[in-house]
Structures are given as structure tokens and as C-alpha cells.
């Protein structure tokens, strides 16, 4: 069964460095997503990207964050200078197109955990 | 209004009972409800999910029931088992032209004693 991979699993940084997480969506999907988990609190939505460019962001997600989609296949999440706050598990989902009626299902990977030192 | 409520926090059930978690919702655009179901260390797994447009759905030992009225929804866990053990999580989709994103409740963390 296909599914959205992601890289890496862990991840230990010190704070102001950059970091980029890697996800490769399920291949013939369109949608593309981050979110992120803070220990213990529920998942936070932080962006959508279809057709190339972002197409809806939380207020998390702000001018420390971007994302890409360099190739055919990697959807990545870059953040500039890290945060102490930053430290969560990070989820990329990806959806295919639309069915008939609209229903539509997000498929999650299994997450880059992030520590912020 | 984007918002999503869900209760009980935690849940303990013994093996065999049912478990179930409620959710709430404000905003009337929301119109795809999944539930998902995370194990410790893995991303949320879609486990069912309902539009409004019908007030039950049931996947074996899963149903949702849909209350559009209330703007409540709920999952039932039919005899539950050790294995359903994991942190549950309501969502709801906000109806968009392009957002797909979800708005997730807290969670509730289910333990099913054997």
C-alpha cells in the first residue's frame, strides 16, 4: 500500500540553525500538507500546497517557515532559524484528487520528531 | 469558529465495552468529518469518517454517529480491545476552494484493559 514517507525521523538542533524536513508524498496525489504535534497537544494544521504553490496557512506558519516542492516527488518544510518553541513532531499528509461527492483523505506520514536545544 | 471540542480527555474501558469519544463543532461549513487514530510515535491514521449529509456510518467495530442539528458527532468503539489502545482524534474540514486543511480536537487517550 503506498505511503507518504518522511525524513528524517529525528531530528536535534540548536537554536537560530536552519532545518529542512523531507516528506515524499504518495505519488499520484496533488494536495500536500504539514502540520505539527506539540508533546501531548493535538495536531496543528500549518500549510496546504497544491499546484505549486501554497494555498492556505495557519498564523504558525509565518515568515520562518517555508515550503517546496523542488522535484517531482519531495515536499519539503524548511524552517530558518529555529525556535525553542519549535520542538514538536512535525507530520507532512498528502491527498489525491477530488471524488465524486468531495470526499477527500489525508494520508499522514509517521512524522519528524524535532528538538530545538 | 474553527474550533473543534472533544471529550473525555482519557477514557478507560474494559475489554470488551464500548468505547466513546464526543466531539462539537461551530462552524456550519464544515462538511467532512474523519476520525483518526494515533499510536505513541506515529502520525494519525484516518480511521472513519462521515459528511453530513448521513447521521450514521459504521466500519466493523467503528460507527460514527452525526448529530447535524446539535453539530455533534461521535465515534463508538465496539467491544473494544487491548489493541484500540491509542489517543483518538476528531476533525473537521472547512468547506474552502482550496483548503483542505483540518482542524483537529485535542484527543482523547483510550486504554483498553484486558
Known amino acids: 500500500e503506498p505511503e507518504v514517507t518522511q525524513t528524517p525521523s529525528h531530528q536535534v538542533t540548536q537554536m537560530g540553525q536552519e532545518v529542512i524536513l523531507r516528506c515524499v508524498p504518495i505519488s499520484n496525489h496533488l494536495y500536500f500538507y504539514w502540520y505539527r504535534q506539540i508533546l501531548g497537544q493535538k495536531v496543528e494544521f500549518l500549510v496546504s500546497?497544491?499546484?505549486?504553490?501554497?494555498?492556505?496557512k495557519s498564523e504558525i506558519f509565518d515568515d520562518q517557515f517555508s515550503v517546496e516542492r523542488p522535484d517531482g516527488s519531495n515536499f519539503t518544510l524548511k524552517i530558518r532559524s529555529t525556535k525553542l518553541e519549535d520542538s514538536a513532531m512535525y507530520f507532512c499528509?498528502?491527498?489525491?484528487?477530488?471524488?465524486?461527492?468531495?470526499?477527500?483523505?489525508?494520508?499522514f506520514g509517521p512524522g519528524t520528531r524535532l528538538l530545538v536545544l | 469558529q474553527q474550533q473543534v471540542k472533544q471529550s473525555p480527555q482519557s477514557l478507560i474501558v474494559q475489554k470488551g465495552g464500548i468505547s466513546i469519544i464526543n466531539c462539537a463543532y461551530e462552524?456550519?461549513?464544515?462538511?467532512?468529518f474523519p476520525w483518526y487514530q494515533q499510536f505513541p510515535g506515529k502520525g494519525p491514521a484516518l480511521l472513519i469518517a462521515i459528511r453530513p449529509d448521513v447521521s450514521e456510518k459504521k466500519e466493523g467495530r467503528f460507527t460514527i454517529s452525526f448529530n447535524k442539528s446539535a453539530k455533534q458527532f461521535s465515534l463508538h468503539i465496539m467491544d473494544s480491545q487491548p489493541g484500540d489502545s491509542a489517543t483518538y482524534f476528531c476533525?473537521?474540514?472547512?468547506?474552502?476552494?482550496?483548503?483542505?486543511?483540518?482542524?483537529f480536537g485535542p484527543g482523547t487517550r483510550l486504554s483498553v484493559l484486558p
Open positions: 476533525a473537521a474540514r472547512p468547506l474552502d476552494n482550496y483548503g483542505q486543511n483540518f482542524v
Open positions: 462552524n456550519t461549513a464544515f462538511d467532512y
Open positions: 500546497f497544491y499546484n505549486n504553490e501554497i494555498s492556505e
Open positions: 499528509a498528502s491527498s489525491g484528487r477530488k471524488l465524486a461527492g468531495g470526499l477527500e483523505t489525508q494520508y
